[in-house]
């Protein structure tokens, strides 16, 4: 079954579908709200966020319309507004730490993370992506990660599709800048006084 026969049978009263419908999508969702949350050092709450992605998207399935995008780019609207809403109500600092669901944790060695990260170049290329803008961030993870059109991508970020472009230009720009001093050999230039020795 497509995508849009399943919403058709959900809309008509076979709800059991909709589990279907989120396991097609439920690994690339939260995936994509795992790495948004990452440079707030709030990837705790990726599978909260990734779960109430999906009941807001069942809550509002009945108004969804496959003339104005397609499911994925719903979807994926749907889980980036469910993240900023939170990155927005953590900045506010009305929540205390303790409330807030966030457990502070040291990285370990033996973190599931590391056995995925097999190399220290894929973390520094994590770690530059996460130091993006939030629209570059978003824009790069939907395209390199997800791999996204840039159609699907400027529909999910309200953007034009050469707004689009031109974030995927600066953020690959600000990826490659970071890690320069990373994956390049400095050329340094002689000294005066080391000249002609």
């Known amino acids: 079954m497509t995508d849009s026969q399943l919403i058709r049978e959900i809309k008509e009263g076979n709800l059991e579908l909709y589990s279907e419908l989120m396991s097609r999508y ?3 969702i939260l995936a994509f709200v795992y ?3 990452k440079s707030s050092n709030m990837e705790l709450l990726a599978e909260d966020l990734c779960s109430e992605t999906f009941y807001k998207a069942f809550r509002s399935l009945h108004s969804f319309r496959e003339v104005d995008a397609s499911f994925s780019t719903w979807l994926y609207t749907i889980a980036r507004n469910t993240v900023l809403s939170e990155l ?3 900045r506010s600092g009305n929540v205390p730490l303790e409330e807030s ?3 502070p944790v040291a990285p370990s060695e033996d973190a599931p993370e590391y056995a995925v990260l ?3 170049r894929v973390m520094l290329v994590r770690d530059a992506i996460n130091n993006l803008p939030e629209k570059q961030r978003s824009a ?4 390199e990660y997800d791999q996204l059109d840039y ?3 400027a529909n999910i970020l309200g953007q034009s ?3 689009v472009k031109s974030l995927l230009f600066r953020a690959r720009s600000s990826v490659k800048t970071q890690l320069e001093p990373y994956f390049f050999e400095p050329v340094y230039e002689p000294y005066e006084g080391m000249k002609n020795r």
Not at 140 to 143: A, N, P, S, V
């Open 161 to 163: 599709v050469s707004s």
């Open 88 to 90: 927005r109500k953590q």
């Open 118 to 120: 097999r190399s220290e």
């Open 101 to 103: 669901g966030i457990v």
């Open 140 to 143: 790069i993870i939907l395209r």
């Open 26 to 28: 439920q690994r690339k």
């Open 151 to 153: 159609q699907e991508i």
């Open 35 to 37: 790495h948004m949350l």
